[in-house]
């Protein structure tokens, strides 16, 4: 008679679900849409305010155009010799080409229902907070959870720039800003105990009493 053994392995861990729009998420019009990532600028070159050569619109570029970046609150590190402040010329100047080869592309150049470079831009940070709504309907109201019922907790560098949007979306009525929001998550680095995991693969054969009749 041949025992089979199920072994439960308990370790800590999250169950984290991860978004493909960030400050770094690249804009494109596409098909007659605007898409927001999943491919990102990097920070090699970077968004257009970044400066460097070869800077492409991200969502970053959206949220300066918009006011809901201000320059004077960033360090002066960027550009070529990274002792520039952000470049909000340079981002509303791309993004005015780029409102008028999507108004050529729909046929609203010259038209009432042309698109300024603000609608534009918003049109953009829109399809960006859909993409952050739906994970967080996937692990919530697909789970039988009621989102209004929830507060939204908001980190990282550009997270409370979409807080409210999101959370108005999904129908919730608080958010929570934490001072420490911005450094969130190297601050949870630097209180983290530091651990190190090893590993060794095993193939053995047991008997019925258990002792081990081989392995390698």
Request: with cysteine; glycine share 14%.
């Amino acid at each position: 008679q041949r025992l089979h053994h199920t072994v439960t392995i308990q370790a800590p861990q999250l169950d984290i679900t991860t978004v493909a729009a960030g400050g770094g998420s690249k804009l494109t019009f596409r098909s007659g849409t605007f898409r927001v990532g999943p491919e990102s600028v990097g920070s090699q070159p970077g968004p257009v305010c970044y400066r460097k050569k070869g800077g492409e619109l991200a969502v970053t570029d959206a949220n300066l155009l918009l006011g809901r970046v201000l320059p004077e609150y960033f360090p002066a590190i960027f550009g070529p010799t990274e002792d520039a402040p952000l470049d909000a010329a340079a981002t509303r100047a791309a993004f005015e080409v780029e409102a008028r080869r999507i108004n050529l592309e729909l046929g609203l150049s010259g038209g009432d229902k042309e698109m300024s470079v603000e609608e534009v831009a918003l049109g953009y940070i829109r399809v960006a907070n859909e993409a952050m709504c739906r994970p967080i309907r996937e692990i919530t109201e697909s789970k039988g959870h009621d989102t209004a019922s929830h507060v939204l907790a908001a980190f990282g560098g550009a997270g409370p720039q979409h807080a409210c949007a999101i959370a108005r979306a999904l129908g919730m009525s608080t958010v929570f800003v934490h001072r420490f929001c911005g450094i969130l998550s190297a601050y949870g680095m630097g209180l983290a105990d530091v651990v190190a995991d090893a590993q060794r693969p095993f193939a053995g054969t047991y008997t019925d009493g258990g002792e081990e009749g081989g392995g390698g």
